[in-house]
């Protein structure tokens, strides 16, 4: 596949496993230079150091706390030149409206939700000047209004609506604003939340087979080239 996109610069957040991480590798196939983000700065640095060895694009780590406005701005300031955002970091905690109390939804969205909206907001000119892409990984929970993920839900719920508002905006400035809802994928912290709230059949649903009612099995990154 070739995207066009070699040659490009790619800030990847939440990049040392899971989504992210796969995101970060099929871009580096592409040619892409990276800047990888997350809190883990020892699995980043690992995890950089495969992606160099595989692919042999340059790529830089910055371990950030995104939750943080003052990240948000540091890392603006260290980084120039982006054509590529993906925001990806965040991960709420699955729970009921009873269950899930004020500190844990707030800390969740700070992260997420927020985390979002303040890294575009302080890498919004430099992504004008390349008139480049804001690519938002949110999840399918928010068209779904799942009650037992009401956290989730309502925060993919508004990250669609912020991708929807922003996209109107950023056009003028020659700039894309893409939402992407990944179905079902095999992570650590699906594979986390299943077990936290357990379901009928969820360790079928952990290997992807089919179980009542059916679920799609879930995507797997593929082993390196």
């Not at 839900?153 to 990944?182: E, Q």
């Amino acid at each position: 596949m070739d995207l066009s996109i070699r040659g490009k610069v790619a800030l990847v957040t939440g990049a040392s496993q899971g989504i992210g991480l796969e995101t970060a590798r099929v871009l580096a196939g592409e040619g892409c230079a990276l800047i990888l983000v997350s809190r883990d700065k020892g699995r980043l640095e690992t995890e950089a150091a495969n992606i160099r060895r595989h692919y042999e694009v340059p790529v830089r780590v910055e371990a950030a706390d995104l939750s943080s406005a003052a990240e948000h701005t540091r890392l603006s300031a260290n980084v120039d030149g982006i054509d590529i955002l993906v925001n990806n970091a965040g991960a709420i905690p699955p729970g009921t409206l009873q269950e899930i109390d004020d500190q844990q939804w707030r800390d969740a969205w700070d992260l997420k939700v927020f985390g979002y909206i303040g890294l575009t907001r302080a890498l919004y000119t430099n992504l004008a000047k390349s008139k480049g892409v804001i690519i938002n990984i949110i999840g399918v929970a928010g068209e779904l209004y799942r009650p037992d993920y009401i956290a989730g839900s309502t925060g993919n719920a508004a990250l669609m609506a912020f991708t929807r508002a922003l996209g109107k905006a950023a056009s003028s400035d020659g700039m894309r604003v893409i939402g992407i809802n990944p179905g079902p994928v095999s992570t650590s912290r699906n594979e986390m939340m299943l077990k936290a709230k357990p379901r009928p059949n969820w360790a079928t649903r952990i290997a992807g087979r089919n179980s009542t009612p059916p679920c799609p099995t879930p995507a797997r990154p593929p082993p390196w080239k």
